[in-house]
T-cell receptor, first 116, second 115 residues
C-alpha cells in the first residue's frame, strides 16, 4: 500500500523557470510532510517541511504547498538552477505525543533535470 | 561538524549469511532510524530507536533487528540473508522534541549486495 505517491518519475525544466514537483498521500493521519533531495551516491538531504496545520511554507527558492482536502502537496523551485538536478523525495510522518516520529513514509521519488 | 557516518560503505555477502551495519549519529542526536532503499524506490522504514528503545518498526521480517547503544550509535543486523535483501541501507539521525518534527539527517548508506 503506497501511502505516499509521486506519480511523475521525471521532470525536465529550463534553467530559470519554475519546477513543480507533486505528491499525493492517502493517510489523513499524517501530520508533517517533508521534501528531501538526493544526489547519486549520497544520502537524502532535508529541504523543507510543512505541518498539516499550514498550507504553505517558504524557504528561499523553495516553497511547499499543502492541500489537505485533496491530500496533495507540491514543491515549487523558483528559479530552477542546474545544481537542483537530483531526485526529490516526498515524505510524510506521524508525530508521537511523547516526541519524535512514529515513522516516515517516502514516495518513490521524482528525478528533476534542470537544463542550462 | 561530522554528519551521520555509516560503515561499511559497501558489503558483499552470500545467501544465508548474516550482516551487521553500523551507524554513528550526529553529535547530540538521540534518535536513529534505519531505512532500506532498493533501486527505483524510495527509502522504506525499518526501525526507529530513541533513547535506546525501539519506537517504531516497519513491515520487515524478524530476520531484521537493531539496537542502539548508550552513545546513541546503532547497529542493524540482518540474518539468513536473501537475494532480495540487496539494497542501500540508510541510517538517519535527528533531534527529538515533543509534538513537532525534527528533520532526519541521513548518512550516505551501506550498499549491500547478496550473491
Amino acid at each position: 500500500d503506497q501511502q505516499v505517491k509521486q506519480n511523475s518519475p521525471s521532470l525536465s525544466v529550463q534553467e530559470g523557470r519554475i519546477s513543480i514537483l507533486n505528491c499525493d498521500y492517502t493517510n489523513s493521519m499524517f501530520d508533517y510532510f517533508l521534501w528531501y533531495k538526493k544526489y547519486p551516491a549520497e544520502g537524502p538531504t532535508f529541504l523543507i517541511s510543512i505541518s498539516s496545520i499550514k498550507d504553505k511554507n517558504e524557504d528561499g527558492r523553495f516553497t511547499v504547498f499543502l492541500n489537505k482536502s485533496a491530500k496533495h502537496l507540491s514543491l515549487h523551485i523558483v528559479p530552477s538552477q542546474p545544481g537542483d538536478s537530483a531526485v526529490y523525495f516526498c515524505a510524510a510522518s506521524l508525530v508521537l505525543p511523547s516526541g519524535g516520529y512514529q515513522k516516515v513514509t517516502f514516495g518513490i521519488g521524482t528525478k528533476l533535470q534542470v537544463i542550462p | 561538524d561530522a554528519g551521520v557516518t555509516q560503515s561499511p560503505t559497501h558489503l558483499i555477502k552470500t545467501r544465508g549469511q548474516h550482516v551487521t551495519l553500523r551507524c554513528s549519529p550526529i553529535s547530540g542526536h538521540k534518535s536513529v532510524s534505519w531505512y532500506q532503499q532498493v533501486l527505483g524506490q524510495g527509502p522504506q522504514f525499518i526501525f526507529q530507536y530513541y533513547e535506546k528503545e525501539e519506537r517504531g518498526r516497519g513491515n520487515f521480517p524478524d530476520r531484521f533487528s537493531a539496537r542502539q547503544f548508550p552513545n546513541y550509535s546503532s547497529e542493524l543486523n540482518v540474518n539468513a540473508l536473501l537475494l532480495g535483501d540487496s539494497a542501500l541501507y540508510l541510517c538517519a539521525s535527528s533531534l527529538v522534541s515533543r509534538g513537532t518534527i525534527q528533520p532526519q539527517h541521513f548518512g550516505d548508506g551501506t550498499r549491500l549486495s547478496i550473491l
